[in-house]
């Protein structure tokens, strides 16, 4: 992966491979988006819409239905753009390909990519320590779908981190004096 910033816009660049990973985070992004919260399991509602805030405001169920229709809304309210970049890596016609993201929406970017990471961690039983696996012999301990997850999860987690480098005032804009 490659990035750039130029003006009001960054430019990612992946290889075949990056960019496979990519449309299938996006998409997996996009189906779990279009879901409401009740149809989630609950491991994954409990990543995206925990309700322990509601209950210790003491919330009526009420209030928290409602307040879980916002953030479903908040949410949902991306799919526009999910669909956008999507559609910018699926009709690239070859090796690098390219995703164009306006500065001013790289950190919804960020924030959508990094949902995908709770989810997948919550998903997948993905915890700290998984998180922090260094041998050989860690990784082979974890399901196939562990491995994937947590594969997936740090590739996000390279992308977020190269994104936020690349904002205002994050240091890559500062010039030697």
Same mark, same amino acid.
């Given at each position: 992966?490659? *990035?750039?910033?130029?003006?009001?816009?960054?430019?990612?660049?992946?290889?075949?491979?990056?960019?496979?990973?990519?449309?299938?985070? +996006?998409? &997996?992004i996009?189906?779990?988006?279009?879901?409401k919260?009740?149809e989630?399991?609950?491991?994954?509602?409990?990543?995206?819409?925990?309700t322990?805030?509601?209950?210790?405001?003491?919330? &009526?169920?009420?209030?928290? %239905?409602?307040w879980l229709?916002?953030?479903?809304?908040?949410?949902? *309210?991306?799919?526009?753009?999910?669909?956008s970049?999507?559609?910018?890596?699926? &009709?690239?016609?070859?090796?690098?390909?390219?995703?164009?993201?306006?500065?001013?929406?790289?950190?919804?970017?960020?924030?959508? +990519?990094?949902d995908? %990471?709770?989810? *997948? *961690?919550?998903?997948?039983?993905?915890?700290?320590r998984?998180?922090? /696996? %260094?041998?050989?012999?860690?990784?082979? #301990?974890?399901?196939?779908l562990?491995?994937n #997850?947590?594969y997936?999860?740090?590739? /996000?987690?390279?992308?977020?981190? &190269? /994104?936020?480098?690349?904002?205002?005032?994050?240091?890559?804009?500062?010039?030697?004096?």
């Amino acid at each position: 992966m490659r *990035a750039a910033r130029q003006n009001d816009q960054i430019t990612l660049s992946f290889g075949a491979f990056e960019s496979q990973v990519l449309r299938r985070i +996006l998409s &997996t992004i996009i189906q779990n988006y279009k879901m409401k919260p009740a149809e989630m399991g609950p491991k994954e509602a409990a990543a995206w819409y925990s309700t322990r805030g509601c209950e210790s405001a003491k919330m &009526t169920t009420e209030e928290t %239905r409602d307040w879980l229709e916002q953030l479903h809304g908040y949410r949902s *309210a991306n799919l526009d753009r999910l669909e956008s970049w999507a559609k910018q890596l699926t &009709t690239a016609k070859a090796d690098p390909f390219e995703l164009r993201v306006p500065l001013g929406e790289a950190d919804r970017l960020v924030t959508l +990519l990094n949902d995908h %990471r709770l989810l *997948a *961690a919550a998903r997948h039983d993905i915890g700290q320590r998984e998180m922090d /696996l %260094r041998s050989l012999a860690a990784f082979h #301990a974890l399901t196939p779908l562990q491995l994937n #997850a947590l594969y997936e999860i740090h590739f /996000l987690a390279c992308l977020i981190e &190269t /994104l936020l480098h690349l904002l205002p005032n994050s240091g890559a804009d500062w010039q030697e004096s």
